[in-house]
């Protein structure tokens, strides 16, 4: 159900009075491991878990907890499993969690990219190719051009993260690239929209780049920004009116949203979804199992989530 802005500024303290949604786990479909906790080779701006190489408020999980995790997951009907982080190839054990993972179902690993040498290119690939179930990679570049990128990766990123995709297309892969909306070309202001990730046009032309670098069939997601972690102090947090109340959403958005489907499992416990792990009060216990009932969308981030369709498969 689409919400009416004009009704939710006007009426944002009447709102914030009501209950929150809540949101029932439909089936658990997907399950996220921080296998690198929030620990990261990066600091990327608009980072909405503020990760980095210092930032080790989430640990590294284990071999045998990532091992424990699928395994549940698996048994609790889980159809995917994800990789994320932080950066998961900073983790010394990631082709045994890889491998542990890929005995039980299809994994994604979402990287920057910038760790992966033509040896783990061709060892990823080498897994693609034999494994009973798929891998899949997404790969984050914020621009076309050196300066969009790298003004939120840091310097030099830009080159690295191409360097990246060609090895693993060189090796039989076809990663997906993940852009984030909010990219560098923000800085270009209201006069020049069409440089903004969020128009046609952009999208268009970052489409076209991603072929001109020898992939026919190029996969993009591009993705919204939350307004959380290092991304809140780059461009500003939620205003009082975006947040959901009961009553905003009808079955079918329920259902939609990534955390009737999913859970994420990290070093400090269970969290309902890759998105909130910086949210002490999201934090559901060490338990998988136990995690596995209804939830509150009592956080602003899930006005993003319901607003931009935001699913595990989007």
Known sequence: MKLDLEYLKSHAAERAELAPPVIELSNLDTLWLQVTG???????????????????????????????SVET???N???AFYFTGGEPFLHPEIREMIEVTLAHGPLTILTNGTLIDEEM???????????????????SLDGITKDENDALRGRGTFEKILAAIGRLTDA?????????????????GPEDPDKVLGSEQARQAFYD??????????????????KIGREERRGGGYQEWER??????????????????????????????????????????????????????????CYTCHMQGISCAT
């Open 209 to 226: 780049f991603v072929r001109s670098r020898g992939i026919d069939a190029p996969r993009v997601k591009f993705l919204a920004p939350f």
């Open 172 to 188: 039989g892969l076809n990663p997906v690239i993940t852009a984030t909306t909010c990219h560098a070309a923000d800085a270009a």
């Open 38 to 68: 929030t620990l990261c080779n990066l600091a990327c701006l608009h980072c909405f878990i503020s990760c980095g190489p210092k930032n080790n408020s989430h640990e590294y999980m284990t071999l045998e907890k990532v091992e424990e």
């Open 121 to 139: 290119a061709g060892w990823l690939a080498a897994k693609f190719r034999d494994s009973a179930h798929k891998l899949d990679l997404r790969v």
């Open 244 to 301: 959901l109340a009961e009553g905003d959403l009808t079955a079918c958005d329920k259902v939609a949203l990534q955390c009737s489907s999913c859970r994420m499992v990290t070093s400090k416990g269970v969290f309902p979804c890759p998105i909130l792990v910086e949210h002490e009060d999201a934090n559901m216990g060490d338990d998988l199992e136990a995690s596995l009932v209804p939830i509150e969308l009592r956080h602003q981030a």
């Open 77 to 79: 009907g889980v159809k």
């Open 73 to 75: 997951g698996a048994k």
